[in-house]
């Protein structure tokens, strides 16, 4: 049981500067290695003879990969991944410290969970399942471009991500294994099951946050596990950094529950009141915002407790020490 009685909060990161200002390095670089992705895939979709039906086909389905990986996001799992690597590195030059040196087994470690978390997205929102229409504040795949060509996204989109651990990552093979289990039957399946099964039925506040661990927390704990696979970390650290990630997927999920209640789609960026809308089990159908939002900040002191505790290399552990507190206090914080 959380008590509703004001606890003495973590420590607080400051939330002076906008997510997107505070990590810009980080994010340009994520961002610029996303589109160069999708450029590949559009040449290599486009090896037909221009105006030929072929080529049309192609080319539609290139721009609908598009479409999904890079109409917006947060990129908060990629800059996990980045941030966790980065942590356990030393840098060999010190007076730039605040700018990102993700090698390229990092950064492709982050491209593959941004595309299996869109591949997630763009599924999630079939009319088979959730059935929205917005997402990241546009059209959704199978809305924009045919529920057909949304299947085939989102399974290409899983694939290329496993493709890109394979051929960019080949001395990590726990990355590949990582990421599939997260994933797979018992993580986010698991949960993106249990979320549609349930919905309209009474269930237990405990199986709602079951029901959190596994479809949220399932990829940030790989988010978070696959930075320090990357970083060469031991399995302990590894077991740490994914319990770690659970937990903001939990903080994560539940500031989701609340904003759905309380934002507009505008702000969102997807339709707002859905949760009630389908009947699903919100946090909030089983408690009142203020216990909400205790779990929330359980989860929060349960973070950095262990963040305090990594092993990262004593010249990084100040910055990015910072970095993952101030996202996780952004995390319950922000509107969108």
């Known amino acids: 049981m959380v008590s509703t009685t004001p606890q003495s909060s973590p420590s607080k990161a400051p939330l002076q500067a906008s997510f997107p200002q505070r990590f810009a390095p980080w994010l340009t670089q994520i961002e610029a290695a996303l589109a160069q992705q999708a450029q590949q895939w559009t040449t290599e979709l486009a090896a037909t003879p ?38 356990f590195t030393q840098r060999v030059d010190e007076s730039t410290e605040g700018a990102p040196d993700s090698p390229q087994h990092v950064l492709s470690a982050a491209m593959a969970i941004e595309m299996l978390h869109t591949y ?30 949304g299947i085939l996204v989102g399974d290409a989109l899983q694939a290329e991500a496993y493709a890109l651990l394979a051929n960019h990552c080949p001395n990590h093979p726990q990355l590949v294994a990582e990421l ?10 698991r949960g993106q099951w249990l979320d549609l099964s349930l919905a309209g039925r009474r269930i237990t506040l405990d199986e709602v946050m079951t029901i959190h661990t596994h479809k949220t927390g399932a990829l940030f704990g790989a988010a978070m596990a696959m930075g320090g696979i990357a970083a060469h970390q031991p399995m302990e650290v590894i077991t740490q950094l994914r319990a770690m990630g659970h937990q903001l997927g939990t903080v994560f999920q539940i500031a989701d529950d609340l904003l759905d209640t ?46 305090a505790a990594l092993p990262f290399v004593p010249a990084r552990r100040g910055l990015i020490a910072q970095h993952l507190e101030w996202l996780c206090n952004f995390m319950l914080a922000r509107r969108a």
């Open 180 to 189: 599939a289990q997260a994933a797979g039957l018992c993580q986010l399946i």
């Open 262 to 307: 309380t934002a507009t789609a505008a702000e969102l960026g997807k339709s707002a009141g859905k949760d009630a809308g389908q009947d699903k089990n919100s946090i909030l159908k089983y408690c009142t915002v203020p216990v909400a939002r205790a779990h929330a900040e359980l989860a929060q002191q349960g973070f950095l407790q262990q963040l």
């Open 50 to 87: 221009v105006g030929s039906s072929t080529h049309m086909a192609n080319q539609r389905l290139g721009e609908a990969m598009a479409h999904a990986l890079l109409g917006g996001g947060k990129r908060i799992r990629p800059l996990l991944v980045c941030l966790v690597a980065a942590g």
């Open 120 to 149: 997630s997205l763009v599924h999630d929102d079939l009319p088979a399942m959730d059935n929205d229409t917005l997402r990241r504040g546009q059209p959704t795949v199978h809305y924009q471009y045919g529920e057909a060509m």
